[in-house]
């Protein structure tokens, strides 16, 4: 079993950045892909970033060159830096854990309660 609790969500103006941070419980952290996710409303839950146990990371086309996925095994903990940030970023973002290497929520077993980020233009 693994508990998730995000934050570091917000209101940022366009062109700002914002850090979010997952801390996760449980021993086997390290055996865990993570990911983040979002939800626009009236929109479908999509994939943001993951990294692997090993560190390899990968990310939405949208994201690439703005967003840095990492994890920190000594804190349990997974970071989402969002630089560049765009209105079109504006969502709810989830963390999430899996036993596999995927890019779709529904192989995802464990999820935090998500963050609000808000992005003005």
């Known amino acids: 079993q693994v508990q998730l609790v995000e934050s570091g969500g917000g209101l940022v103006q366009a062109g700002g950045s914002l850090r979010l941070s997952c801390a996760a419980s449980?021993?086997?952290?390290?055996?865990?892909?993570m990911g983040w996710f979002r939800q626009a409303p009236g929109k479908e839950r999509e994939f943001v970033a993951a990294?692997?146990?090993?560190?390899?990371?990968y990310y939405t086309d949208s994201v690439k060159g703005r967003f840095t996925i990492s994890r920190d095994g000594a804190t349990n903990t997974v970071y989402l830096q969002m630089n560049s940030l765009k209105s079109e970023d504006t969502a709810e973002y989830y963390c999430a854990a899996g036993v596999v290497w995927a890019f779709t929520p529904g192989e995802y077993a464990y999820w935090g309660q998500g963050t609000q980020v808000t992005v003005s233009s």
């Open positions: 990294v692997s146990w090993s560190g390899n990371t």
């Open positions: 449980g021993r086997t952290f390290s055996r865990y892909a």
